[in-house]
């Protein structure tokens, strides 16, 4: 804590009064703690961090801002020393490894950070390596399809990458890499249905990969090809992505009300699963959709429809709110009859970013959606949402996930969030969901939409479910150790953990940015800076920044891997 926010606290006196009532306090805490456990604790909760009453001033800020780019500084130098040109630093063993390709995806990947960080030095050394970058299969390459560059890794890091920085600096050799780039990988689209197919040989066009495609690598490439056409000039990278993005809008996903599922034939372009997530293999194409849009300056309106049914089944089929704490979650549905597994995972703490994106920039609503071709799944969630007013619910959402995802992060003695938790849904012993008998006593938890509906039937008192004060859960090193307090306490915190490694993934720190940008909020600002802080905690090297093995440790074990 900084020296300004401990003098602001001014000391207290201890009169005989304030003994008595503490004494009295502690008594009803003890009291309550073990009479209660484990269905009314809330006192056992520790208090989030003072911050929330402290407004931290400017030139505590201003310092910070100086502290996150030493952060970027250190894990770049610990790069530049031990591991350029070769793909990424180990942090642990000064080594490195080539598992993207071999041409310095590190160096790729932080251009743009270089220029928003105004890092002149850093930028000026990184230009002459990607100059110097051949593109062509490197046999030091440490993945399967040594020979191969895997499309959707390369665009999103390399590709991406230069552009990103060309947009911020107009340095015209970054523009020039990202039109070799663009061309090499190009003979991924010569499918009958121009979807991409998972890796491209760059010496000589051919190509490898299954029949089928999943989806985030199908659909996470028309930024960057749209914006490279209109850059270059060169027509032919716009029709890559806008081939993608028509047969995507063609296929026939009705009984999914629209949303696009996980897997998809890469000849015919038809789905091939009706499985629904946000969160791995799926991900970014729903991103890339609203993005689209708008990079498009709001002119593609395919896009925009496909992300207006994506969003209207996520919040009618995959929101669910915890038992105990009301934490807002996003899942995913693997069956049919759109039964959630519950799962919870890191990658899916884009989505509130996204959310609150879309409600700051559109004018979210149902007037927006074209009824055509909903189909009865459609149909059904926009009746579920068409009384309420669809930017504020998007604005809500995107409070709530965004909540829960740094929930994630302030409940582990780390501090920093696992890869993947189980929610514990109720058992729910009605009789039916969703039409399936009630005997399986699938638990099916309680799903947002229909809580939003009794919020509403019952005179909108208190916050929207899933929204409000939540305060953070921690074990005791007494009940991590003993199975039955830590199953106790799992209750109380709504979750198991499913993976227990944090893989220095961006997720849920870029959604918290947006929240702070678009609402304003300083919550949200601290909230960063207390994962920033737990950050450089815990997974601070001598020479860069390491995974964490388990979330669940401090100070933490990691593992020695610097992914960028
Ligand atoms: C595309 O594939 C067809 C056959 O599958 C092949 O004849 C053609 O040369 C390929 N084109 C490119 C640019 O790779
Ligand atoms: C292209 O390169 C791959 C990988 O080295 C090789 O297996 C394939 O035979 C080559 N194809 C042609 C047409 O040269
Ligand atoms: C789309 O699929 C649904 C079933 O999932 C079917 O009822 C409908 O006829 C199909 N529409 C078209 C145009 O093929
Ligand atoms: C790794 O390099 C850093 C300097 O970059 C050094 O301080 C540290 O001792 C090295 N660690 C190992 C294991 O060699």
Known sequence: MSLSLLESCKPRRWTTRHLAFATV????????????????????????????????PPEVWQRRTEQVKQAFRHAYAGYERHAMPHDELLPLTNSSKNNFNGWAVTVFDSLDTMILMGLNDEFARALPVVAAADFMPNPHV???????????????????????????????????????????????????????????????????????????????????????ALMTGNKDHFDKADTIMKS??????????GMLPRRWNLQTAKPADDALSVGAAADSAHEYLLKQYLLTAKT???????????????????????????????????????????????????????????????????????????????????????DYDLRTLHKWVAEGLATTCYLMYADQPTGLGPDEVRMLPKQDSSRSFQGQRAKSMVPTGRLWVNEMRKWRDGGEH??????????????????????????????????????????LRPETLESIYIMWRTTGDPIWR???????????????????????????????????????
């Open 248 to 257: 995507l809008a063609r296929a026939n996903v009705t009984a999914l009300g």
């Open 300 to 386: 593609d309106r395919t896009s925009y429809q496909m992300y207006l049914r994506a969003t209207n089944e996520i919040l009618t089929r995959l929101l669910y709110v915890s038992e105990n704490r009301d934490l807002l979650y996003v899942t995913d549905t693997t069956r049919a009859n759109f039964i959630p597994s519950h799962r919870f995972e890191h990658l899916s703490c884009f989505l509130p970013g996204l959310l609150a994106l879309g409600a700051d920039q559109l004018d979210i609503s149902m007037n927006h959606l074209d009824l055509g071709g909903l189909g009865p799944e459609g149909r059904r969630a926009y009746e579920l949402l068409k």
């Open 25 to 56: 306090v502690v008594l009803a805490l003890i009291t309550l703690y073990y009479t209660a456990l484990p269905q009314a604790p809330p006192e056992h909760w520790s208090t989030e961090p003072s911050f929330e009453q402290i407004p931290t």
């Open 142 to 228: 440490t993945s399967k399809l040594k020979n191969y560059a895997p499309f959707f890794e390369t665009v999103i890091r390399y590709l991406g990458g230069l552009l990103a920085a060309y947009a911020l600096s107009h340095e015209p050799i970054l523009l020039q890499r990202a039109d070799d780039l663009g061309r090499l990988l190009s003979p991924a689209f010569n499918t009958t249905s121009g979807f991409p197919m998972f890796g491209v040989n760059t010496a000589n066009g051919t190509v490898t990969g299954g029949s089928t495609g999943i989806l985030a690598e199908i659909a996470s490439c028309q930024l960057e090809y749209s914006y490279l």
């Open 462 to 503: 208190g916050w929207p479910p899933g929204l409000g004060d939540k305060k953070p859960v921690r074990y005791t090193l007494e009940e991590m150790q003993n199975s039955k307090t830590r199953g106790a306490k799992n209750q109380v915190r709504d979750y198991t953990l499913g993976r227990t490694d944090y893989l």
């Open 526 to 564: 601290e909230r960063g800076w207390a994962i920033f802080e737990a950050l450089e905690r815990e997974t601070k090297t001598d020479s860069g920044y390491a995974s964490v093995h388990n979330v669940l440790i401090s100070p933490a074990p990691l593992d020695d891997d610097m992914p960028r």
